[in-house]
């Protein structure tokens, strides 16, 4: 009697309430033990929406470390990037196999990755609806969080952490808010985000990329002259003089063209400007390229030629040619019949591929930038702004115009911060917000300099000295 009644109080409200489901017990192409558990399985969004997760607890402490919440960009691309070729504990090899990251932050942090909207990665929608817009989306993902702490419950004690890359610029800043707003009474324990190389501003964005060309030596003086002296005010190069987002002078915005044409379609790789353009016959990687600078110099009058040509470069290219990203390996991976059964995808879910057209091509955009999300966060959590400072897609000097436009108090000097004995980038902090470079990293700050992004992470969210 009191054995059953023990074992009905322990069934109900043991803190091991882990959904057994979803667990991973056996992943395929991971050939050593791993020190902590894993989960991969669907969260319910808005409108019975199924948002693919995968969530790894952390190797130190679940019950007590932050979970962290990490979105992929686009819009339209997967976190399955992130778990897999960025900040995860296991990463995707040529061969199939995981190998370990050293530097996961799930050393110090349980993580989900969330692959949203629906009809990104192995998420879906129940009417195959994929058309959304960034309130759905933050919407959506609200509830689908909610679903994580009914399917995790014993981990709503712990603090948790919003974060992502690029187009998670919107989602993480836009999620944060709804959190705090709470119109559900769902009592997440937010206490912070973090956004890297994060699209804040499309007009900083667009026009601190012409300056950050120039100065990397992407396009020579004639240009530059002529640029400045048809964009800017009184031929004077800064951030408030010059307007390369939103010409109307025809010389400037014939100049502005060519310097776009040089920096984001002869061959550079857009993401790391010292990293290699990457030869691959997959579309996927074109759809990637393709989405992620679609939201370049969109109120440019030049933007549609510009990306009509990118658009036709990118449908000539034959296999050998560079679209400089390759996520081969990943789909791969996760289109095997037997990765797919270890992590829980029905057969009726369709096939992975790093970007969706589909979301990208209905993805409704409603904010030109993320000002009042800001300077509501930055009252209420605290934040960081990384960026790792070869990145042209979402540059590092458009990320910090757009901190310091916050007019927040500055809290501590700029100044350089170390990982080991190197210089590791450049921190200024704010009150409750953080301005952090990460040096010679690009777009996927956490693939290029693991181990520097670990230390500003664990950081951030411990509070401890850069
Ligand atoms: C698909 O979703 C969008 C956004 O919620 C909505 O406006 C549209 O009406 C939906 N389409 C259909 C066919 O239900």
Known sequence: MWHSALLFLTLVFGVQCAPKEDEITDLPGLNYAVNFKHYSGYLEGWRGKQLHYWFVESSRNPSEDPVVLWMNGGPGCSSMDGLLTELGPYLISADGT??????????VTNVIFLEAPACVGFSYDPHDNCTTSDDEVSLSNYMALQDFFRKFPEFKKNDFYITGESYGGIYVPTLAVRILQDEDNANIPLKGFAVGNGLSSYKLNDNSIVFFGYYHGLYGDNLWSSLVHHCCENDRANSDSCNFATPTNPICIKGVAIAMDIVYNEGLNMYNLYGKCLHSSNSGKMKRYFTDVGHLFRSQPKQKELFEKFKHRLMSLKSSDPPCTDSRDMQNYLNNPEVRASIHIPGHVQEWEICSDRVYAGYQ??????VEQYKYLTSHVPGLVYNGDVDMACNFLGDEWFVEQLGLKAVERRRMWHDGDQVAGFVKRF??????????????????????????????IFKKKY
């Open 98 to 107: 995981l190998k370990k990251n050293d530097f996961s932050w799930n050393t």
């Open 431 to 460: 009150d409750n917000l953080d301005l952090v470079t990460i040096r010679g990293a690009g777009h996927m700050v956490p693939q290029d300099k693991p181990s520097a992004a670990l230390k500003m992470i664990t950081s951030f």
């Open 365 to 370: 955009r409603q904010y030109e930038n993320m």
